[in-house]
């Protein structure tokens, strides 16, 4: 079905077209937005997509020519806190953002910024309570954004998957763990919920938005059992199960940070609040989905052409 053209006077910019900035880029022009979105290296316009140069860690920084944001309402940041440095948008673009007639800027954060809530229920009302490093980092630029004077919206993420990261390449290659640690969940989302989400609030008026969403799944559980319905769906068999505590020793740093934190992001400002139903309301409908659009022959990689929103 071809999507409504809800917004055909706006025009976006993405700022980070990596795996959900391309994603909705790639929806937002199918709703007839003209869309512009900046990558690291050179990439040739498709479909429709108008790409930017933007990369921060170059010597000088690679910019975007300010005429090509001329007339930009609405802008997605994708780019992650530099370590130690802020962020890199805010540093090296904000000046020009100030200048251009936004309507609404969303701001992609992570659940992360919650810190270990020892798997109780997190809302947008919860403390702040980061660990050193990245999600320190990241509700710093969080705190930035919202003190830049922007519209700003910002959206706290789980982990993230989709088509092309899916559990079932490395299922089926040998390379999938089965970790078990007591009592221990994490939260998700797929990819098109975040850029439907996405969608559905740059179209709300402003007073209709909260400055902070959740954009969260149902569905909080174990990692195995995610792993264990993707090994369903593959009729595939499942790894031995692994003791976290006999195996953290040897995990690299981030992968123990993960697990080191244990939480259950709440949902409820998104889909009473704001509105948004969920079209992946768990893992098991999401991953169903990742399988047909991996396997269906029009088969996704993260950077071809989505077909859906
Ligand atoms: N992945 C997850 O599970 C997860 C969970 C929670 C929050 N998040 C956050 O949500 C956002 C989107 O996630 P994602 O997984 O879609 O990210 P992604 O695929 O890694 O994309 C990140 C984008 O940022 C750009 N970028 C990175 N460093 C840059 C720099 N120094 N200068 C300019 N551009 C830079 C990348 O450019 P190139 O396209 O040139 O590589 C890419 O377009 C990120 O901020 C991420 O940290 C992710």
């Known amino acids: 079905m071809t999507p409504a053209l809800v917004n055909p006077g706006r025009r976006l910019l993405v700022i980070g077209g990596g795996y959900t900035g391309l994603r909705l880029a790639q929806a937002a022009q199918r709703r007839g937005m003209a869309v512009q ?67 609404w800027l969303g701001y992609l954060s992570t659940t992360g910024v919650y810190g270990d809530t020892g798997g109780a ?44 990261r899916s559990p079932f390449e490395a299922l089926e290659s040998g390379r999938s763990r089965l970790i078990h640690k007591p009592g221990q969940v994490f939260s998700r989302v797929h990819v098109d919920d975040i850029v439907g989400c996405l969608l559905h609030c740059q179209a709300l008026s402003p007073e209709q938005r909260p400055t902070v969403v959740n954009v969260v799944d149902d569905c909080p ?44 992001a709440s949902n409820g400002l998104l889909r009473h609040t704001v509105g948004y139903t969920l079209r992946y309301p768990s893992y098991r409908e999401g991953y169903r989905a990742c399988l047909a659009e991996e396997r269906g022959g029009g088969g996704q990689s993260p950077r071809s052409p989505g077909s859906t929103t």
């Open 121 to 164: 229920w997190v809302d947008e009302t919860g403390t702040t309570a980061p660990r050193p490093g990245r999600s320190q980092d990241r509700l710093e630029a969080e705190q930035a954004w919202l003190a830049s004077g922007l519209p700003v919206q910002l959206f706290r993420l789980p982990a993230i998957y989709g088509p092309g």
């Open 37 to 103: 979105l900046t990558s690291r290296e050179p990439r040739q316009d498709t479909h429709g997509l108008v790409w930017l140069p933007f990369n921060s860690a170059s010597e000088p920084p690679a910019l975007p020519p300010r005429q090509a944001l001329q007339g930009t309402t609405d802008v997605v940041v994708c780019v992650p806190p530099e370590a130690g440095l802020g962020d890199p948008v805010l540093r090296l673009l904000g000046p020009i953002l100030q200048e251009l007639p936004l309507q």
């Open 221 to 264: 559980c174990p990692s195995s059992e995610t792993l264990g319905y993707a090994a369903h769906l593959l009729n595939h068999k499942l790894p031995a199960m692994e003791r976290y505590d006999t195996i953290a020793a040897a995990m690299s740093p981030m992968a123990r940070s993960f697990w080191a934190e244990n939480r259950r």
